[in-house]
C-alpha cells in the first residue's frame, strides 16, 4: 500500500514563519492621493513564494498598497509616497529604474476579469508580443505553459483562436492569470481575484493559488476570511491605512494578536 | 451587523442549553452521592430517568452545535467556544453515565448488607460536586480564576481518593463476607474521582476558550 505516502501535502503551509527579510519589502511607506493620506507608515516583509494575504474593511488601503508594488499609482494625478518598496534587492522607485521593467516582474490580477475582445492565444501572448517576441514557436510554446499552470489549458486547447469574451466568467479570470503568468514574472498580485465567481470557479482559483507559489511570490486581498485562511501563508489586517496587525495564517485565524483583528474577522466590527 | 446579532443569541442559547445540562448534571451528582451515602433501592430508577434525559439534551445541543458551525462559520474564539461546548457536552453526558453506574452500585449494596463508609468519602463527594459545579461556571461566565481553582483542586481529590481505597480496603480485609458490597462502593468512589477528573478537563476547556491557550495534558505549570 502506498496509501500514506500519497496523501496530499498541506496546503497551506502550517509551518509558515513570519520572515525578518521578505521578497517584498514595504518600508515606512506613507502614500497619499492629492491631500488624502491613504497609507500610514506601513512596514511588512512579505515572503518569496508565499501567498500573503491582504484584509480589512473595504477602504482601507490595501488596493492602494497593492498598486503601489507595481507602481500603479503612477499615474493618478496628486499622488505621492514617502518611504520605499522593495522587490527581490531592488527598490522601485530606482531613479534609472524602467517603470516597464518592473511592471515585467510584477503581474496583476484584477476583481473584474478583463480579457482583451480578442484570441484566447492572443490574450495570453499579449505582454510577450508587446515585449517583442514574436517567434510564432515561442510564443505557442509559452502560451501553452502559461494556460496549463493557470489550469485553463484542458478547457480551451481546442479553441485557441475563439473570443476570449465567449469564456466564463471563472475562465476569463483564469485566462487573466494566464496572461499575467505568461511574462514570467516573480510576482504575483491578486485584488479580489474571486469575488465575481462561483464556489466551483472560487475553488479552482484557490488550488490554482497554491500551485502558482511554487513559481511565484502571491499578495492577495480578499474580503472572503475563508479564503484568506484557506490560501494564504501570512496575512495582513489594514484598518484605516494603518497595517495593524501581520503574522501568519494560522496565528491569525487561531489566536490573533489584537482584539481588533478578531472583531473584524468574526465580524464584531463598528 | 444583523448577522452577528443573529450569531450572539444562538451562541447565548446554546451556553444556556448547556447550563441546562449541567444542572441537571449536579442534580444527577447529588443523588448519586446521597444514595452512595445512604444506600437506597430506588436510586437506580431515579438516576436511569435523569439519564435519559441528560441524553436528549446531549443530542440537541450537539445538534444545535452542527448547525451554527454549518450556517454561521464561527472563527478564531467563536469557533473555539463551539467546539469546546461540544467536548463539555460529551463530558456531561459521561458523567452522567457515572452517576448512574453510582447509583446502580448503591442501589446494589442496599439490597445487600450495609458497609461502613470510609471516612473521607463525603468529603470527597463535597469536592467533586464543588469541582463539577466550579468548572461549569467557570465556563459560562468566562471565569479563568475559577477554571484554574478547579485545575489545581484535582491534587486534593487525588489524596482523598486514595485514603477513601485505603479504608475500604481494610474493610474488606476485616469482613471479608461483604467483599462484594465493599467492591461496588469501591468502584463507586473510582466513579466519584473521575468525575473529578472531568470536571478539570471542563475547567480546562472552558480556559481555552477563553484565553485560546491548549492546557489539556500539560497545565503543570498552573500549579
Ligand atoms: N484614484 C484614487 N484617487 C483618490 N482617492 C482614492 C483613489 N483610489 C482610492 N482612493 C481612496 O483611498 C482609500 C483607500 O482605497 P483602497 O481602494 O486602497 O481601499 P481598499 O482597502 O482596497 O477597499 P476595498 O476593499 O473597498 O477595495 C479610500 O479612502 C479611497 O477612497
Ligand atoms: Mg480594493
Not at chain 1, 514574436?134 to 486547447?157: F, G, I, M, Q, Y
Not at chain 2, 431515579?46 to 448547525?67: G, K, P, Q, Y
Not at chain 2, 480564576?145 to 480485609?173: G, P
Request: net charge negative.
Amino acid at each position: 500500500m502506498s496509501a500514506i505516502t500519497s496523501l496530499p501535502q498541506t496546503a497551506g503551509s502550517v509551518e509558515a514563519m513570519k520572515p525578518e527579510k521578505g521578497y517584498i519589502s514595504v518600508k515606512d511607506f506613507d502614500f497619499w492621493y492629492g491631500t488624502h493620506q491613504t497609507l500610514f507608515k506601513v512596514n511588512m516583509e512579505m515572503p518569496e513564494k508565499q501567498v500573503t494575504a491582504f484584509i480589512g474593511p473595504s477602504g482601507c488601503g490595501k488596493s492602494t498598497l497593492l498598486r503601489n508594488i507595481k507602481r500603479m499609482n503612477d499615474l493618478v494625478d496628486g499622488q505621492h509616497h514617502q518611504g520605499d518598496i522593495t522587490i527581490g534587492n531592488d527598490t522601485i522607485y530606482h531613479p534609472h529604474l524602467e517603470v516597464t521593467s518592473l511592471r515585467k516582474r510584477v503581474g496583476m490580477v484584477f476583481q473584474k476579469s478583463n480579457p482583451f475582445p480578442k484570441s484566447i492565444y492572443e490574450n495570453v501572448v499579449y505582454g510577450l508580443r508587446v515585449a517583442g517576441v514574436n517567434d510564432r514557436a515561442t510564443l505557442d510554446a509559452a502560451c501553452e505553459h502559461a494556460l496549463r499552470s493557470s489550469a485553463l489549458w484542458e478547457e480551451v486547447k481546442d479553441r485557441l483562436s475563439a473570443s476570449a469574451l465567449g469564456l466564463s466568467g471563472g475562465q476569463q479570470q483564469r485566462l487573466c492569470i494566464a496572461r499575467a503568468i505568461a511574462v514570467k514574472p516573480e510576482v504575483l498580485l491578486m485584488d479580489e481575484p474571486c469575488s465575481a465567481l462561483d464556489p466551483i470557479a472560487t475553488g479552482k482559483i484557490e488550488e490554482l493559488i497554491l500551485e502558482l507559489k511554487k513559481e511565484f511570490t502571491v499578495v492577495i486581498v480578499t474580503h472572503n476570511m475563508q479564503q484568506a485562511a484557506r490560501v494564504s501563508d501570512l496575512t495582513a489586517f489594514f484598518y484605516l491605512g494603518k497595517l495593524i496587525e501581520f503574522d501568519t495564517t494560522l496565528k491569525i485565524f487561531t489566536n490573533p494578536s489584537l482584539k481588533q483583528t478578531e472583531d473584524y474577522i468574526t465580524g464584531r466590527f463598528g | 451587523m444583523n448577522n452577528i446579532r443573529h450569531f450572539e443569541i444562538e451562541i447565548a442559547e446554546l451556553k444556556r442549553s448547556l447550563v441546562g445540562m449541567g444542572n441537571l448534571v449536579e442534580q444527577s451528582l447529588s443523588a448519586a452521592v446521597d444514595a452512595i451515602l445512604i444506600p437506597r433501592v430506588d436510586a437506580r430508577e431515579e438516576a436511569r430517568v435523569l439519564e435519559e434525559r441528560l441524553d436528549s439534551m446531549d443530542t440537541a445541543i450537539e445538534e444545535r452545535a452542527h448547525r451554527i458551525m454549518a450556517l454561521q462559520h464561527p472563527m478564531i474564539s467563536d469557533l473555539r467556544l463551539l467546539i469546546s461546548a461540544l467536548h463539555i457536552c460529551s463530558d456531561l453526558e459521561q458523567i452522567g453515565d457515572l452517576c448512574e453506574s453510582i447509583a446502580k452500585r448503591a442501589t446494589w449494596i442496599a439490597k445487600h448488607s450495609p458497609v461502613e463508609n470510609p471516612k473521607h468519602l463525603e468529603e470527597l463527594a463535597r469536592l467533586v460536586k464543588e469541582m463539577i459545579h466550579g468548572c461549569l461556571e467557570a465556563f459560562v461566565s468566562s471565569n479563568t480564576e475559577l477554571a484554574k481553582t478547579v485545575i489545581t483542586q484535582e491534587d486534593h481529590s487525588d489524596d482523598l481518593t486514595k485514603l477513601c481505597y485505603e479504608s475500604i480496603q481494610a474493610s474488606m480485609a476485616r469482613t471479608p463476607e461483604k467483599i462484594r458490597e465493599y467492591t461496588h462502593l469501591l468502584r463507586a468512589v473510582a466513579h466519584l474521582e473521575h468525575i473529578g477528573d472531568i470536571a478539570v478537563a471542563i475547567a480546562e476547556e472552558s480556559v481555552y476558550v477563553h484565553k485560546g491557550q491548549m492546557i489539556r495534558h500539560h497545565h503543570e505549570d498552573l500549579r
